[in-house]
């Protein structure tokens, strides 16, 4: 277990054992590895030797899994053994497409040992090259990231504010995205590139995106009112904004996305780099409880 503990409003390590004690009581050892200050769950994930270990658990929120992925991938290009979340941070947003909604799931799950092949996408920028299993927004979407992060102690709610608070400053930017060589341009709101549905805990980002069909499914929205975003926003929680004129969806393997500004990225929640990237999949990299 790869434990971040200040995930769950700062509950990730007592979490983490409960959830220990009950994977002990079916007859599995447990090492735990715990992070004493921001990054440290990818340089564990990145030090860990996986002689001997039959699956890595992390535990804490979409933030922590990107981490504990890019750990383990960073000296090998493929990972033997599963990979398992306990679900416990601000949004657990990826977990959702794995049909796991709570920690008790997580482990009835974890116990049975059934996995299936997650396609990652991968992406480059300025700060270097990462895994990602959720998404990778820029422009409204990530912005909203950043402002959400001042609320984390609210859970998922965090999301709701930063997108209500985002609206004020909205801002739109010309964009060149290039999509398996077909080039689209237009002046955008923001571009999500997703390999599963969720973003921000419940809301359905990309409702037609699955995580095993080696396709990363784009969402873009084009320049509109704040009226107009204010009226799409219950709709995300559906996936019924795609249907609205104003956003189009677009799917496929090898992304390019240039801005007329550089725009902060979000990758699986985390706050990092900006455009311009190059994003490409990677069907059926890892394996993980479902």
């Not at 004129?245 to 979000?266: A, Q, W």
Request: proline share 3%.
């Amino acid at each position: 277990m790869i434990v971040n503990p200040n995930a769950g409003k700062k509950q990730g390590r007592s979490l983490a054992s409960e959830a220990a004690e009950a994977l002990k009581k079916e007859g599995i050892e447990i090492e735990f590895l715990v992070s004493e200050k921001k990054g440290d769950t990818r340089v564990l994930a990145e030090n860990l030797s996986i002689e001997g270990v039959d699956a890595v658990l992390a535990v804490g929120g979409d933030g922590t899994l990107f981490e504990v992925i890019n750990g383990l991938l960073s000296k090998r290009d493929s990972l033997p053994i599963p990979i398992g979340q306990i679900p416990v941070g601000t949004g657990n947003s990826f977990i959702k497409d794995l049909g796991i909604e709570s920690v008790d799931d997580a482990l009835q799950h974890i116990k049975a040992g059934k996995t299936k092949d997650i396609d990652l996408g991968e992406f480059t920028c300025s700060e270097g090259r990462y895994f990602f299993a959720n998404l990778l927004g820029s422009g409204f979407v990530s912005n909203v990231a950043y402002r959400a992060k001042r609320y984390k102690i609210l859970g998922a709610f965090a999301y709701i504010l930063g997108v209500l608070e985002e609206i004020i400053f909205l801002k739109s930017s010309a964009v060149e995205i290039e999509l398996d060589g077909k080039l689209i341009k237009r002046d955008a709101l923001f571009t999500e590139i997703c390999n599963s549905k969720y973003t921000g805990g419940d809301m359905m980002m990309a409702p037609d995106a699955e995580i095993n069909d080696g396709l990363l499914d784009i969402i873009l929205l084009n320049k509109v009112s704040r009226r107009k975003v204010l009226s799409l926003f219950p709709a995300i929680f559906k996936g019924k904004h795609v249907e609205d004129e104003v956003i189009e969806c677009f799917k496929g393997k090898k992304i390019s996305v240039k801005s007329d500004r550089p725009l902060m990225l979000t990758p699986d929640g985390e706050t990092f780099g900006t455009t311009p990237i190059d994003v490409q999949i990677h069907p059926g990299k890892i394996r993980m409880y479902c």
